[in-house]
């Protein structure tokens, strides 16, 4: 089982609905957990982290996790088309970030 | 602020050949991460550096792979000799430390093509 396991999608979502981004992790000791985005052709930059259960809300964008079903997830509101991008779940353990590979959303006009 | 300045950007060079990349880290951060991503692998983890020093290197995928941190702005990753399955873009990113709350910041990539 890959440690962090996303949908490669792409997922398509019209702009102005709810996009909503899952991940699931393997190892039971991951201690944080993050959201990076990254554009076409461009580097990750991070945009969420969470390291407690439940919601973390930041304005468009709210983080779930869920530690018991080692679950998390991103939901990104009234989508617009610049959310149209890779996004990329982390786990934190061990002094080390590891990577999903990425769910493509692609948010239609 | 300068971010995380990487170099090349883009680079293409012949099988067999020596390759070095250079990162130059955020003034002021502890760590210094090498990522390699390609679309069947992902994002992985290299090595890593704390204070120059050479932490964990076990992604490092073989021999041919190795990376040095002379001082706290400038690090590099050489490949010798150079494959075509080495051809991905690599990632430098800087963190002020290791703890988990704290944000890695990532340099721009290198675009490396082995022909």
């Known amino acids: 089982q890959k440690e962090v396991e996303q949908n490669s999608g792409p997922l398509s979502v019209p702009e102005g609905a709810i996009a909503s981004l899952n991940c699931t992790y393997s190892?039971?000791?991951?201690?944080?957990f993050f959201w990076y985005r990254q554009y076409s052709g461009k580097s990750p930059e991070l945009i969420m982290s969470?390291?407690?259960?439940g919601d973390k809300e930041d304005g468009r964008f709210t983080a779930q996790l869920n530690k018991a079903s080692q679950y998390v997830s991103l939901l990104i509101r009234d989508s617009q088309p610049s959310d149209s991008a890779t996004y990329l779940c982390?786990?934190?353990?061990?002094?080390?970030?590891?990577f999903g590979k990425g769910t493509r959303l692609h948010i239609l006009p | 602020d300068a971010g995380v300045i990487q170099s090349p950007r883009h680079e293409v060079t012949e099988m067999g050949q020596e390759v070095t990349l250079r990162c130059k880290p955020i003034?002021?951060?502890?760590?210094l991460f090498w990522y390699r991503q390609t679309m069947m692998r992902g994002l992985e983890l290299l090595i890593y550096?704390?204070?120059?020093?050479?932490?964990?290197d076990s992604g490092m995928p073989e021999d041919r792979f190795s990376a040095k941190m002379p001082n706290a702005s400038f690090s590099t990753l050489k490949i010798q000799p150079s494959e075509p399955r080495d051809s991905a873009v690599y990632f430098c990113?800087?963190?002020?430390?290791?703890?988990?709350?704290?944000?890695?910041?990532f340099g721009p990539g290198t675009r490396l093509t082995v022909l």
């Open positions: 190892d039971r000791v991951s201690q944080s």
């Open positions: 003034s002021g951060h502890d760590y």
């Open positions: 990113a800087s963190s002020l430390s290791g703890r988990a709350d704290n944000e890695q910041f």
């Open positions: 982390a786990v934190f353990r061990d002094d080390k970030i590891i």
């Open positions: 969470i390291y407690s259960n």
């Open positions: 550096f704390n204070n120059n020093v050479p932490i964990d």
